[in-house]
Nanobody
């Protein structure tokens, strides 16, 4: 049984938009936990893109601030990443992740996240 399932990746032209979704309906949780989007980067998976804590606190990587928006729909158990004004450097495989041991804040490092999706590819063309 897969805990996290991403969707919404694909090809888009620069300056366009894309929305990634991550279903966590199969994830058995007794409480809200920190969730995040990562991209592969040089290491797999390496770079945090955005995260959202159980209290709704959100942080973004500097290079996506003002362009990407992370959100979570608790009712439908879906995490989103709205990607606007995308750039060719945004091309990568994006992963949804949950840090089930963190309920007060969100860690930055990928090794603190213990549940991962399989990733969805985003390709931005110029």
């Amino acid at each position: 049984q897969v805990g996290l399932m991403e969707s919404g990746g694909g090809s888009v032209q620069a300056r366009g938009s894309l929305r990634l979704s991550c279903s966590f309906s199969n994830l058995s949780l007794r409480r809200d936990v920190c969730m995040a989007w990562f991209r592969r980067g040089p290491d797999e998976p390496g770079e945090r893109v955005a995260n959202i804590s159980p209290t709704g606190a959100i942080t973004y990587a500097d290079h996506v601030k003002g362009r990407f928006t992370i959100s979570k729909d608790t009712a439908s158990k879906t995490l989103y990443l709205q990607m606007n004004n995308v750039e060719t450097v945004d091309s990568d495989k994006y992963y949804c992740a949950a840090a089930t041991k963190y309920i007060d804040f969100c860690p930055i490092r990928p090794y603190n996240y213990d549940v991962w999706g399989q990733g969805t590819q985003v390709t931005v063309s110029s």
